[in-house]
């Protein structure tokens, strides 16, 4: 029998496709058409079960997009998952990941978990720092059940990757919206009294109609690839407001003089974390830009 379904992850040389209602477990014995390379989490694939139970993958369908971090297939959307605090922030490491995301054509969801250890005050300058980027940070709590459903929503609809630090609460948030997800996460079990269920294996979870979510790894560390400098600036458009003000139409906004986007930095009118970040990936992508 032929069945359709999405791979939700591949231990093993296994893998295990989901149709909405099953999970087959299969091997990858077809000679892909569309694809060479070997199937990953999030590709949708033909399969055929055999009566004892076994199944193939005979077919991987063309992939609407690929990424390297985390390793999948056809993810539309990224939910960027930080917390406002315990782990504290990294604002650096989510320019890094909406600039890799957006290149790769998804669109990306901030979402700042946590919000019951924070004051309206830090909610507030977070606000503010994403004011005119587009980027609009939403502020949820797992723990008080706070904003759940704006969250779900916002990911309804093809497959989205939750990516984000370890300790953030991405896989308490999984456990929360997908009714099969059962997994352990970083409570310290106050009966052993030792060990942390940090997550090590990215796999999808089915969240309702037509709507999976990947668990992945927390990280710390993450270079952007393939950002070429002047392309860098396309990712802050709270700067084109200001940018027709500069002395030099070509103003990249770092060493030049009378640049409006410097100003507006010093009056206070735009994130300085905002431009800091800025000025750092843009050395680091003419670093990078230099060997290739
Ligand atoms: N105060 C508070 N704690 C939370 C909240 N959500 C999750 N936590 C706690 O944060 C800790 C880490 O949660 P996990 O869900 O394991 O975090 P993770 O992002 O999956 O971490 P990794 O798998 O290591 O990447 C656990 O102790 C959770 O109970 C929340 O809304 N508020
Ligand atoms: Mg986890
Ligand atoms: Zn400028």
């Not at 087959?24 to 000679?31: Q, V």
């Not at 929503?153 to 896989?171: H, R, W, Y």
């Amino acid at each position: 029998m032929k069945v359709f379904g999405r791979i939700i992850k591949g231990i093993g040389g296994f893998y295990y496709v989901h149709d909405g209602k099953t999970v087959y477990e299969c091997k990858a014995r077809g000679i892909f058409r569309n694809i060479s390379r070997k199937p990953l989490p999030g590709d949708i694939v033909e399969i055929e079960t055999f009566s004892d139970g076994c199944a193939n993958i005979t077919d991987i369908c063309e992939r609407k997009s690929e990424l390297i971090r985390p390793a999948c297939a056809n993810a539309e959307k990224a939910l960027l998952f930080f917390a406002v605090k315990d782990p504290e922030p990294d604002f650096l490491l989510i320019d890094k990941l909406t600039i890799y995301y957006k290149s790769r054509g998804l669109s990306v969801i901030p979402v700042f978990n946590k919000s019951d250890l924070a004051s309206a005050e830090t909610f507030g300058s977070i606000e503010k720092m994403y004011r005119g980027t587009g980027f609009r940070p939403i502020f949820i709590s797992v723990k008080n059940r706070v904003n759940i459903d704006l969250a779900k929503d916002m990911i309804k609809g093809g497959l989205t990757v939750i990516s984000g630090p370890s300790g953030a609460g991405k896989s308490s948030f999984i456990n929360l919206i997908s009714p099969e997800a059962d997994m352990m996460t970083g409570e310290i079990s106050e009966k052993l009294g030792r060990g942390r269920h940090t997550t090590r294996h990215s796999q999808l979870f089915h969240v309702g109609d037509e709507t999976y979510i990947m668990d992945t790894p927390g990280f710390t560390a993450f270079e952007l690839p393939g950002i070429k400098p002047a392309e860098l600036k396309d990712y802050y458009p709270e700067f084109e407001l200001y940018e027709s003000k500069c002395r030099f139409p070509d103003c990249v906004h770092i060493g030049e003089r009378d640049c409006a986007v410097k100003d507006a930095v010093s009056d206070g009118e735009l994130s300085r974390v905002r431009y800091e970040n800025y000025r750092l990936l843009y050395n680091d992508t003419i670093k990078a830009n230099k060997y290739v």
